[in-house]
């Protein structure tokens, strides 16, 4: 299994409407090849993690070359994401 985790800065203040944003969006996700799961966590601190995962790694980066990608992200393609949040990827297996 393939895992990205999007760590989001958001200000207080917005936090709620970007996770509606991501309860809007998600379902969508289920028409891409290879997607497993998205869970949106938040950190005591109150940042925003978007974990999304896949099959494979090149079922991720089929949804971040996509339209599907670019709609949930504003138009923004994956190369334009830049400062606001961090990703981090992980290979990894469900054992339960």
Do not use: C
């Amino acid at each position: 299994m393939f895992i990205a985790v999007n760590t989001i800065n958001v200000p207080a203040q917005a936090r709620g409407h970007m996770v509606d944003a991501f309860k809007r969006n998600a379902p969508s996700l289920r028409e891409m090849k290879g997607f497993a799961g998205f869970e949106i966590w938040t950190e005591e601190d109150g940042k925003l993690l978007a974990v999304s995962k896949w099959d494979t790694k090149e079922d991720f980066d089929a949804y971040i070359s996509s339209d599907m990608f670019r709609a949930h992200h504003g138009g923004a393609g994956s190369s334009q994401m830049g400062g606001q949040a961090q990703v981090t990827y992980y290979n990894g297996e469900t054992l339960l």
